[in-house]
């Protein structure tokens, strides 16, 4: 890097102050923000610069420059490793595969190499419960509750594992809703959208159900799945009412309540009559919602064939609360 360059002034100034925004940067230099902009993303890009906020408000600052140590593993794990790793850090920065695998150990004081033989065997036994890429949660259901009307249920992943914590859909599903950025919305979309497709299709569905959030968010994950799915199918009429006291089922840590609550703030009132039904939900933690919303799809005699729920992510016990999405 040439001394006195615009690349070095700009870390050098980022360097001083801790962090800066585009405008303060661009008026220091005396330069372009489209000029700024081609330095900044480059420095974003090979991590030299970490970004926080959200426009009109966001900040630029240098990344952590400690560098953790290399570490050898046998290819099968790393590979593991690579496809299935997330964590955010405290400040709110992405990371993936063993770049992650290997903050999260070195913040626990472990040592990466023995968790990750550990890591890859907890998939190992999470992974038996899924078949093409779906795992069957009509077991956890008959266990919680005296009636189940759903016939099929099935989740993307499961929103988190022991020891380890969320899985890396868990986490792109928290934080996607939690942050409300689109981009980050928009990908975690995409990301299931062939799943949901194909499960529509070797399902036979004709009408879906997209179970109507409990709080109120400007970007809403379930109706930018339903744009993302663009779906030439019915979308059955599915409302949760406004009550004096709004009470989330997320808030709720007993199963009696959990069924209440969603007896009495979710309606369906569709009028037709379909062969197969989907219900798509973002989270499973006990399942009620789910579960009383294809009570009342059967009550009001709208499948002739199975309703099926479909869950981003879903709890591994019977009643488990996943309280932050």
């Not at 700009?10 to 001083?16: G, N, S, T, V, W």
């Not at 800066?20 to 420095?43: D, M, P």
């Not at 868990?170 to 934080?175: K, N």
Request: with cysteine; aromatic share 8%; hydrophobic share 40%.
């Amino acid at each position: 890097m040439a001394k006195n360059n615009t690349a070095e002034k700009i870390l050098d100034y980022i360097k001083d102050k801790k962090q800066v925004t585009g405008n303060e940067l661009s008026l220091y230099l005396g330069i372009s923000r489209q000029a700024l902009f081609k330095h900044l993303n480059r420095f974003l890009a090979e991590k030299i610069l970490i970004k926080s906020g959200r426009p009109p408000k966001v900040f630029y600052l240098l990344a952590e420059t400690k560098k953790s140590q290399n570490y050898f593993l046998e290819p099968e794990i790393a590979e593991e490793i690579k496809d299935n790793y997330l964590v955010v850090t405290p400040s709110g920065e992405f990371k993936e595969g063993m770049d992650g695998f290997v903050y999260w150990c070195e913040k626990n004081k472990l040592d990466p190499i023995k968790t990750a033989s550990e890591y890859v065997k907890t998939l190992a036994k999470y992974e038996v419960f899924k078949k093409n890429g779906l795992i069957n949660g009509k077991q956890k259901f008959v266990s919680t509750f005296n009636q189940v009307n759903l016939d099929k249920i099935f989740y993307l992943d499961f929103y988190s594992i022991e020891r380890f914590g969320k899985t890396k859909l868990g986490q792109l599903l928290l934080y996607a809703k939690q942050s409300q950025d689109r981009g980050m919305i928009k990908a975690l979309v995409e990301s299931v959208v062939p799943r949901i497709n194909e499960l529509i299709k070797k399902s036979r569905i004709d009408a879906v159900g997209f179970i109507p959030p409990t709080i109120k968010r400007e970007v809403q994950f379930m109706k930018e799945l339903q744009r993302g799915l663009a779906l030439n199918l019915r979308i059955l009429n599915i409302t949760k009412i406004k009550t004096p006291v709004i009470v989330p089922q997320k808030s709720l840590s007993n199963l009696t309540d959990r069924i209440e609550n969603a007896k009495k703030s979710i309606v369906v009132e569709d009028v037709g009559q379909y062969d197969n039904i989907l219900l798509i939900d973002d989270a499973v933690g006990s399942g009620a919602t789910l579960n009383e919303t294809a009570g009342q799809i059967k009550n009001r005699n709208l499948a002739r064939g199975k309703i099926i729920g479909l869950a981003i992510t879903g709890s591994f016990k019977g009643f488990d609360v996943i309280s932050e999405v």
